[in-house]
């Protein structure tokens, strides 16, 4: 019966024997999420969220799971059965690379927590030691499994996705907008994707999350958007922010352009250094740039302008070409000689060779300390007497306005500058210049703000403060000249004043110094002694004001009076004690009131004679200079040490009350001291 049976059974079918298929394994890690309830009662911290890969293997486009044991996979393909024969060897190798890499598998962590979910296999790993509720605990090992030959995947629930590495990294340069500032693009491409830069570089300088000097090398996990991460370099990232870091500490979050001055081009030059990519137009509006910020060192000296009453040195035509690169960049600067090379003259020449070739133009104008404007009316009208002046001055000077527009040189003091500011602003002028320009030190000052209202084509600070020793007075005067280029004041301080005058950063010292270099000269007489003479004698005119004049002028007539009744009554030749005693106390007047002995005299505590001296000797000592200050009275001497002690600046001192003469003159001598203090009888 059983035979029968089988025999009414269909014929049996034949099957083919599986196909053996030996793929060669791709590391597959897929990036996970899961969400778990948090136990009331489970050891160690509690995770509601839980990241965690899924590590296998691709055998030709079929995924096996890491945990197997089997060196053999049966598998229906096509509707065909194969068996996938494992490289196990390979499969080791894959596992040992994913160690090192700082991953476990789950079931091996010490987390109680992992161990005890029961919803993790053998598959699953987990970043050894690590926070397994972050999603980026994760992210530090894709770079090192990518460059292995991991495939990383990402789980639509995953709450972040890495994307590949950058390949390209670009900059684009807007053409000059008004005001003479361009637009800079930086982007990165990412499998075809441009994916602006500059917002993200943004955001992560607000939130305090760009790679800082001290993180050394690895990588930036920079944020695209909510999920996506972009792996970056630091010391790529590094090298591209660092030549626009006070740009962009000051530019709004957001933004797509960073906005720039033209005389910041030399930082997209280290872009380009840094092997950022530009476009042949970028390149081409590049070397255009530079070119006008380069001054012509190769090029011919100029010839002394036609009219111009005064030899120039060497070094002063170098100057004078200097000022004339400024000019055909249409730029400011800082004209930083030292004291006694002849800054005054160099700006004069400048002024004038601007006027006779353009004689319609606008006018010049100066700005300097009260104490030196008699010297630059004297000065111009010595070297250049065709020159028409305007010196704006006195209680009167609301009518020398009108004048403005018909003159070649203007001049003004800082002390009228704020208190004139709404007058000036009604004239445009082609240069302004700053002389003794640490006056302008304090940004936020009104003199300061009256400055910047100066409508001019062009601004030249000038000074003899050596500026390397002073960053703030360096800021403060290049912000006026040339706004924008240290970006702003707190963006300076916390980039290269703090890293470089408390830290002594050399990297960031060379950084500002290439910076400025295009649109600072400064000379000291060291470099350019060959062409000066054995000594220079400057005579700087102090013109008295206030009630130090008037005590002056009260005193004149008196002496006068008593004089002309002396010479009337006993003769010229038996009035010479009661001549040189008016002259004594006229020159008293004129050092300090104080001198005198009179009750009214005593009130005044004002000497334009003193603060011009004060105003002299701190870029001397701030230079390191050797000064012998004489005065015939002793008094007078008193009154500028007790200011010398106010300001902490080292002396000693000689009159007829020294005892031991030695000692003061060997400290002297040695360099120990920057400046002494002599009486004309015991100096000798």
């Not at 403060?476 to 970006?487: I, T, W, Y």
């Not at 004149?556 to 030749?573: F, K, N, P, S, W």
């Not at 005299?601 to 004489?630: N, T, V």
């Amino acid at each position: 019966a059983g035979v029968a049976q089988l025999a009414g059974l269909p014929p049996p079918i034949l099957l083919d024997a599986p196909e053996v298929l030996r793929p060669e394994p791709l590391p597959t890690l897929r990036l996970m999420n899961m969400l778990l309830k948090r136990p009331v009662d489970a050891p160690g911290r509690p995770y509601e969220n839980l990241v965690y890969a899924d590590f296998g293997f691709d055998y030709g486009g079929v995924v096996l799971p890491s945990e197997s044991l089997s060196k053999r996979e049966n598998r229906v393909l096509d509707g065909k059965p194969v068996t996938i024969e494992r490289d196990v060897t390979r499969e080791r190798e894959a596992g040992a690379r994913l160690r090192r890499a700082g991953l476990i598998a789950a079931t091996a962590s010490r987390d109680a927590m992992v161990v005890s979910s029961g919803r993790l296999r053998g598959s699953h790993y987990v970043v050894a030691g690590g926070r397994l509720d972050r999603a980026e605990v994760l992210l530090d090992s894709v770079p090192t499994l990518r460059e292995a030959g991991f495939r990383v995947e990402f789980a639509p629930e995953f709450p972040l996705e890495l994307l590949t590495a950058p390949d390209e990294w670009s900059a684009r340069l807007g053409a000059d907008g008004e005001g003479g500032w361009f637009d800079l693009e930086l982007a990165v491409t990412v499998d075809g994707e441009r994916i602006p830069l500059l917002p993200i570089l943004l955001k992560a300088l607000a939130d305090r999350s760009l790679p800082r000097d001290d993180e050394g090398a690895g990588v930036w996990y920079a944020p695209i958007d909510d999920r996506r991460r972009l792996p970056l370099p630091k010391d790529r990232v590094r090298a591209l922010v660092a030549p626009l870091i006070e740009w962009l500490d000051e530019a709004k979050p957001g933004r797509s352009r960073l906005r720039l001055p033209r005389s910041a081009i030399t930082a997209v030059a280290e872009l380009d250094a840094a092997g950022i990519a530009l476009d042949s137009r970028t390149r081409e509006r590049l070397r255009t740039a530079l070119s006008r910020l380069k001054p012509a060192v190769d090029a011919p000296l100029p010839p002394v302008p036609a009219g111009f009453e005064a030899e120039l040195r060497g070094y002063q035509l170098e100057g004078l070409r200097w000022l004339e690169f400024l000019a055909t960049a249409g730029i400011g600067g800082v004209l930083a000689d030292d004291m006694g090379l002849g800054k005054t003259v160099q700006v004069l020449a400048h002024v004038w060779a601007r006027r006779l070739a353009d004689p319609a133009g606008l006018p010049s104008l100066v700005v300097c300390p009260t104490s030196v404007l008699l010297n630059w009316r004297e000065q111009s009208e010595r070297f250049v007497p065709r020159m028409r002046l305007l010196a704006l001055r006195g209680a009167d000077r609301e009518s020398l306005y009108a004048r403005i527009a018909d003159s070649d040189l203007v001049l003004t003091s800082y002390s009228l500058l704020a208190r004139d500011r709404e007058s000036l602003a009604r004239h445009a002028f082609d240069l302004a210049v700053f002389d003794e320009a640490q006056a302008i030190k304090n940004a936020k000052a009104k003199t300061a703000q009256a400055a910047r209202d100066i409508d001019a084509r062009r601004k030249l600070a000038v000074t003899g403060t050596p500026l390397e020793n002073h960053l703030g007075e360096l800021w403060a005067q290049f912000d006026l000249v040339l706004p924008g280029l240290l970006g702003n004041e707190r963006a300076f301080a916390r980039y290269y004043r703090t890293p470089i005058e408390k830290h002594g950063d050399d990297a960031q010292q060379a950084r500002l110094n290439r910076r400025i270099a295009p649109f600072i000269l400064r000379r000291t007489k060291a470099e350019v002694a060959k062409e000066l003479p054995p000594k220079t004698e400057i005579v700087q005119r102090v013109e008295l004001e206030g009630r130090q004049r008037e005590l002056y002028e009260t005193l004149r007539l008196a002496m006068h009076e008593r004089v002309r009744d002396a010479v009337a009554a006993r003769g010229l030749a038996q009035s010479g004690i009661v001549v040189i005693d008016a002259l004594l106390k006229l020159r008293q007047v004129c050092c300090d009131p104080r001198l005198v002995k009179l009750e009214r005299a005593a009130e005044i505590e004002h000497s334009a004679k003193l603060d011009a001296l004060l105003e002299m000797l701190e870029p001397l000592i701030a230079d390191g200079r050797r000064i012998l200050l004489f005065s015939q009275f002793t008094s007078m001497l008193d009154l500028i040490e007790q200011h010398l002690l106010e300001r902490h600046w080292r002396y000693v001192r000689l009159d007829g009350a020294t005892v031991d003469r030695e000692a003061p003159i060997n400290r002297f001598s040695r360099g120990d001291i920057p400046l002494f203090l002599l009486s004309l009888k015991a100096g000798g």
